[in-house]
């Protein structure tokens, strides 16, 4: 019980230090605004310019916060129902997969749902061959995975490339290599109108859905007996967390790091019991991206690509983690 | 529905038959030990009973039920499994590993509930870790895990629960542990089928003994009956001698090395 009371705290504090973050992250940026000045902004009274800065800082906010939130909450997934601390989107290969889907969409110029359907469906691909693979070199052990999603990832890294070679420098390209790095520079409200619902749907999913995702970490036997059917769970709970990846992908490309080091974070927070672990990974993913980009949008005059600056949070945290490797995924 | 009975009962793996003309019965609050020789497809016949196989040819009756026309939800009220030699690799903490039991009672977005917490403290008492609670999974002894694979087991409320080798992992004191757990549950009237090597531990728990002397020949009775030396040194291929202890009031089995 005394172990529960914790957890709500810390639930409370990460929900106050997340409002806190998103205040001062509408505050900070090549022009500097007060707090007052954000605060009228939320009560109608801003000037107008301040308005539209401000405007465009919440929009991409709430694009950071989702984005951070649903890769963080499909690397808990992926790491849960594959009973593996290694797993996330990018190590598994759909990150980069969902990335090729939404390439191939952006050099036929097709319109925003095509690249979101696209990346959905390369992402979906992707894990079904990663598991094959998997599948195929027979073993047991938890490494096996992590290296068929290397080849994958490889694979679809040089399909990628190809595409790249080909696409029109002038334009397509710009939009392309702006994918592989990942940043919030582009997003506008259109975007993430068209993307948000996924990534809102997906996130409520997964934070229902919760509790039966301890369930599937243990043996197939022992689910079935329990009178769960451990594919039809497994499956639902993999599509989910691609669909996941694939709109973020699509919003603001490949982000690195998030999704595999987070649900760490909020496992050695809470404990593994993904009742708690997975809203707290979702606080934690959207303040960690949140502090990422506003570093990316306010060390230099130009946005820096955001995976650069999520690489520099999580590697040391990474580093951290395998160090003091205890705890097993659930 | 905690009497299972199966006639003809077969199966087969790759086309291979593992098991053939079963006929094995238990009723209210027995326990029933399956022995026989390592490979001669124990795990696979208690996988049957269970449920996990429904391509098996013959019949598995389950109170007046065919066991594979039951949905698996109804049937996880029913019957329980405990696997053998699942390395429960788990940093959950033991009340919330036994409340996964619970599962079948819930929709995949629903989640668990006041009645769901007070059947764990019953079966936290029950296998006698109430003091244990809160200990994360990974920083328990291996009895202690195996008993809380069993109330996992237990949480689900079955009338019959099924166990794959439960003492074959452990060392002596734990192993009477759990023999002692399974006499108290036979006494609340759940039925039990386990596997074992040891034909002591029959003698000590049984109500029933089956022997599962090749895939073709399977042997049930009384522990009387089926726990004599001849039977046993077939069974083995090797001479068991029995002899009866004073203190104990049984029989102990074993083999003179000279």
Same mark, same amino acid.
């Given at each position: 019980?005394?172990?529960?009371?914790?957890n709500?705290?810390?639930m409370?504090?990460?929900?106050?230090?997340?409002?806190?973050?998103i205040?001062?992250?509408?505050?900070?940026?090549r022009?500097h605004l007060t707090l007052?000045?954000?605060?009228?902004?939320?009560?109608?009274?801003?000037?107008?310019?301040t308005?539209l800065?401000?405007k465009?800082?919440?929009t991409r906010?709430?694009?950071?916060?989702l984005?951070?939130?649903?890769?963080?909450?499909?690397g808990t997934t992926?790491?849960?129902?594959?009973?593996?601390?290694?797993a996330?989107p990018?190590i598994?290969?759909?990150?980069?997969?969902s990335s090729?889907g939404?390439?191939?969409?952006?050099l036929y110029g097709?319109?925003?749902?095509v690249?979101?359907?696209?990346?959905?469906?390369?992402?979906?691909?992707?894990?079904?061959?990663?598991?094959?693979?998997?599948?195929?070199?027979?073993s047991?052990?938890?490494i096996?995975?992590?290296l068929?999603g290397?080849?994958?990832?490889?694979?679809?890294?040089?399909i990628?490339?190809?595409?790249?070679y080909?696409?029109d420098?002038?334009d397509?390209?710009?939009?392309i290599v702006y994918?592989e790095?990942?940043s919030?520079m582009?997003v506008?409200l259109s975007s993430?109108?068209?993307?948000?619902p996924i990534?809102i749907i997906g996130?409520?999913f997964?934070f229902?859905a919760?509790?039966r995702?301890?369930?599937?970490?243990?043996?197939?036997?022992t689910?079935?007996?329990?009178?769960?059917?451990p594919?039809?769970?497994?499956n639902?709970?993999?599509?989910?967390?691609?669909l996941?990846?694939?709109a973020a992908?699509?919003?603001c490309?490949?982000?690195?790091?998030v999704?595999?080091?987070?649900?760490?974070i909020?496992?050695?927070i809470?404990g593994?019991?993904n009742?708690?672990?997975?809203?707290?990974?979702?606080l934690?993913?959207?303040?960690?991206?949140?502090?990422?980009d506003?570093?990316a949008?306010?060390?230099?005059v130009?946005d820096?690509?955001?995976?650069?600056?999520?690489?520099?949070?999580?590697?040391p945290?990474f580093?951290?983690?395998?160090?003091?490797?205890?705890d097993?995924?659930? | 529905m905690?009497?299972?009975?199966?006639?003809k009962?077969?199966?087969a793996?790759?086309?291979?038959?593992i098991i053939d003309?079963?006929?094995l019965?238990?009723s209210?609050?027995q326990?029933?030990v399956i022995l026989?020789?390592?490979?001669?497809?124990?795990?696979?016949l208690?996988?049957c009973?269970?449920?996990?196989h429904k391509?098996y040819s013959?019949s598995?009756q389950?109170?007046?039920?065919?066991l594979?026309?039951?949905?698996k939800?109804?049937?996880?009220?029913h019957?329980a499994?405990?696997?053998?030699?699942?390395?429960?690799?788990?940093?959950?903490?033991?009340?919330?590993y036994?409340l996964l039991?619970?599962?079948?009672?819930?929709?995949?977005?629903?989640q668990?509930n006041?009645? @769901?917490q007070?059947?764990v403290?019953?079966? #936290?008492t &029950? +296998? /006698?870790?109430?003091d244990?609670r809160d200990i994360? !999974?990974? @920083?328990m002894s291996?009895g202690?895990?195996? #008993?809380a &694979? +069993? /109330?996992?087991a237990l949480v689900?409320?079955?009338? !019959?629960l099924?166990?794959d080798e439960?003492?074959?992992?452990l060392?002596?004191k734990?192993q009477i542990?759990v023999?002692k757990l399974i006499?108290?549950l036979?006494?609340n009237?759940i039925?039990i089928?386990?596997s074992t090597?040891d034909?002591?531990q029959?003698m000590?728990v049984?109500?029933?003994?089956?022997?599962?002397?090749d895939?073709?020949t399977y042997i049930?009775g009384s522990?009387?009956e089926i726990?004599?030396?001849k039977?046993?040194?077939d069974?083995?291929k090797t001479?068991?001698?029995s002899?009866?202890n004073?203190q104990?009031?049984r029989?102990?089995f074993g083999t003179?090395?000279?």
């Amino acid at each position: 019980m005394a172990k529960r009371h914790k957890n709500k705290i810390a639930m409370v504090f990460a929900i106050v230090v997340l409002i806190v973050l998103i205040v001062l992250a509408m505050m900070i940026g090549r022009y500097h605004l007060t707090l007052q000045e954000v605060m009228s902004y939320f009560l109608n009274g801003a000037s107008s310019s301040t308005k539209l800065i401000l405007k465009l800082r919440f929009t991409r906010i709430l694009a950071v916060i989702l984005v951070g939130a649903g890769l963080s909450m499909a690397g808990t997934t992926f790491q849960s129902v594959f009973n593996n601390g290694l797993a996330s989107p990018n190590i598994l290969g759909v990150a980069t997969g969902s990335s090729v889907g939404a390439a191939s969409a952006i050099l036929y110029g097709m319109p925003i749902y095509v690249t979101e359907l696209a990346a959905f469906i390369m992402g979906i691909l992707t894990m079904f061959l990663t598991l094959v693979i998997d599948h195929f070199l027979h073993s047991n052990s938890s490494i096996t995975l992590i290296l068929a999603g290397i080849i994958m990832a490889g694979l679809m890294q040089s399909i990628l490339g190809s595409i790249k070679y080909i696409a029109d420098p002038e334009d397509q390209l710009q939009s392309i290599v702006y994918w592989e790095m990942g940043s919030f520079m582009k997003v506008d409200l259109s975007s993430l109108f068209s993307v948000a619902p996924i990534l809102i749907i997906g996130i409520l999913f997964l934070f229902f859905a919760r509790w039966r995702l301890n369930v599937l970490a243990l043996d197939e036997a022992t689910i079935k007996t329990i009178g769960i059917n451990p594919t039809v769970n497994r499956n639902l709970m993999i599509l989910v967390a691609t669909l996941l990846t694939a709109a973020a992908v699509c919003l603001c490309g490949v982000i690195g790091w998030v999704g595999l080091v987070v649900p760490h974070i909020s496992r050695s927070i809470v404990g593994g019991d993904n009742r708690w672990s997975m809203p707290m990974t979702g606080l934690t993913g959207a303040m960690l991206l949140l502090i990422a980009d506003t570093l990316a949008r306010s060390v230099t005059v130009n946005d820096i690509p955001i995976s650069i600056v999520t690489g520099f949070i999580g590697v040391p945290i990474f580093i951290f983690i395998l160090l003091r490797r205890k705890d097993t995924v659930v | 529905m905690s009497e299972i009975a199966t006639k003809k009962l077969s199966f087969a793996y790759d086309q291979k038959k593992i098991i053939d003309n079963v006929d094995l019965s238990i009723s209210d609050g027995q326990i029933l030990v399956i022995l026989g020789p390592n490979g001669i497809g124990k795990s696979t016949l208690l996988s049957c009973l269970s449920g996990l196989h429904k391509s098996y040819s013959g019949s598995i009756q389950l109170g007046d039920q065919e066991l594979r026309t039951i949905p698996k939800k109804v049937l996880s009220h029913h019957v329980a499994l405990v696997s053998q030699g699942v390395n429960v690799k788990s940093s959950l903490k033991l009340t919330d590993y036994l409340l996964l039991g619970r599962s079948a009672f819930h929709s995949i977005f629903s989640q668990p509930n006041q009645n @769901d917490q007070l059947q764990v403290d019953r079966v #936290l008492t &029950q +296998i /006698g870790l109430e003091d244990y609670r809160d200990i994360s !999974l990974q @920083d328990m002894s291996g009895g202690q895990k195996q #008993l809380a &694979q +069993i /109330g996992r087991a237990l949480v689900q409320e079955p009338q !019959l629960l099924i166990m794959d080798e439960p003492t074959s992992a452990l060392d002596y004191k734990n192993q009477i542990l759990v023999l002692k757990l399974i006499k108290a549950l036979s006494d609340n009237n759940i039925s039990i089928i386990i596997s074992t090597h040891d034909p002591n531990q029959a003698m000590m728990v049984g109500d029933l003994v089956g022997l599962l002397i090749d895939n073709q020949t399977y042997i049930q009775g009384s522990t009387e009956e089926i726990l004599t030396e001849k039977y046993l040194s077939d069974l083995y291929k090797t001479p068991i001698v029995s002899t009866y202890n004073q203190q104990l009031h049984r029989n102990i089995f074993g083999t003179r090395m000279d």
